[in-house]
């Protein structure tokens, strides 16, 4: 997972490198070129509102706003090179090979519309002709969580210019057992939080009488192997057993959106007790100190998981090369038994 993760991380930066490096400042919309009666306000506002605000308003991952046509208008000549070059919004799966639920991409005709109204001046119309952005939920992507599990305290970041591999547990005990459909990491600190990988460790109310006890982090580095982990942040039952893990409910990089699926697919029973395992939460170097203070929101679920999904992992799980390098050209389809 992580291997595929840097990876695509990696195609993004350089795509979005290639971008920047095409451009040389930010200029003034072109006027006066070609005609066109597209306007912010009618045609390009709900465009932008569906496809760029849930991530580039306060408080998402975007690095700007774009809600009004002052925002839009700042960064117009940016949005329409990264539009047109399907940087934005951020989706690495070629879309002229197959869909998926919940895609993130503009239609042809989507991306025409913006690059012509920029090119045409970006004419901002009537404003008559606006409708309001859309209210996003705060604190989310998804919507009103059933249970928001925070870090209780937040953790200081170090300034001193290392890349840290932290392993946290936030405890936590609910009302009784039940049914998740959708688990939502919010980092506190956006700018170092560079990855996440979210589990659930269940306990059997017996086995474990508090889950409250332990450290709640331990620097993986330090720590040396996750047994280590383990007993340090006192994460086994009672009798030194191990706990059930339910691994990967949610997994983090900057600008990658929770998982959604369907009614009726994936979700996950949880008993009461538990504790959120990030293993690991990487924070990128920083030269002063800050802090970051995630949080988790559950959204519970009436019925039990219909299908339950499984993650399978392929290659070393991050810890070396893959060689020989597995590719799977684009187009091409294969089949994988097992
Ligand atoms: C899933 C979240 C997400 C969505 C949706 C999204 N963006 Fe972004 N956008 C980001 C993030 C994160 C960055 C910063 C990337 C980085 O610095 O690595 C970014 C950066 C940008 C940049 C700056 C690129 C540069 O070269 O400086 C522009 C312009 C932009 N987005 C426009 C848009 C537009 C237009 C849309 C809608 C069509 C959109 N974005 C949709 C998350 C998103």
Redo the contacts with the bound molecule.
């Keep these: 997972m992580r291997t595929s993760y840097f990876q695509l991380k990696k195609t993004f ?1 350089k795509q ?1 490198l290639l ?2 490096s095409g451009l040389a400042f930010l200029i003034a919309c072109n006027s006066g070129k070609p005609q066109t009666n597209l306007t912010f306000n009618k045609e390009i506002a709900p465009l ?1 509102h569906k ?2 605000t ?3 308003r306060p408080g998402e ?3 700007f706003s ?1 809600i009004t046509y002052k925002d839009v208008r700042k ?1 117009a000549k ?2 329409a090179r ?2 047109e070059a399907g940087v ?3 989706w690495p799966v070629d879309p002229e090979y197959s869909h998926f639920v919940g895609e ?1 991409v ?1 239609t042809d005709t989507e991306k025409e519309m913006i690059v012509t109204w920029f090119n045409a001046g970006c004419l901002e119309g009537n404003a008559s002709d606006l409708k309001p952005a859309p209210i996003y939920p705060e604190g989310s992507q998804l919507g009103k969580p059933d249970v928001v599990i925070r870090m209780e305290e937040p953790f200081t970041i170090p300034g001193d210019n290392r890349d840290r591999f932290m392993v946290f547990k936030i405890p936590y005990e609910l009302e009784k057992d039940t049914f998740l459909r959708m688990v939502e990491y919010v980092p506190g600190n956006r700018k170092l939080s560079h990855h996440v990988n979210g589990h659930i460790i269940q306990y059997d109310d017996k086995q474990k009488k508090d889950v409250f006890v332990g450290p709640r982090y331990v620097d993986r580095e330090v720590a040396g192997t996750l047994d280590s982990c383990y007993r340090f942040m006192k994460l086994l039952n009672d009798d030194e057993t191990y706990p059930l893990l339910t691994p990967s409910v949610f997994n983090f990089l ?2 990658v ?1 929770p998982q959604q699926y369907p009614d009726g697919i994936g979700g996950y029973r949880i008993k009461k007790k538990g504790a959120i395992l990030m293993r690991d939460l990487h924070y990128g170097p920083t030269p002063v100190s800050e802090t970051d203070q995630p949080h988790i929101n559950l959204f519970f679920s009436a019925k039990p998981p219909e299908r339950p999904f499984m993650e399978t992992q392929l290659g070393t799980l991050g810890i070396s090369e893959i060689v020989p390098p597995l590719l799977i050209p684009s187009r091409h389809h294969h089949e994988i038994c097992y």
């Design positions: 930066m979005l971008v920047v932008i496809h760029c849930p991530c580039h991952a975007g690095p774009l960064k940016t949005i990264v539009v934005m919004p951020p993130k503009l900057p600008g959106l």
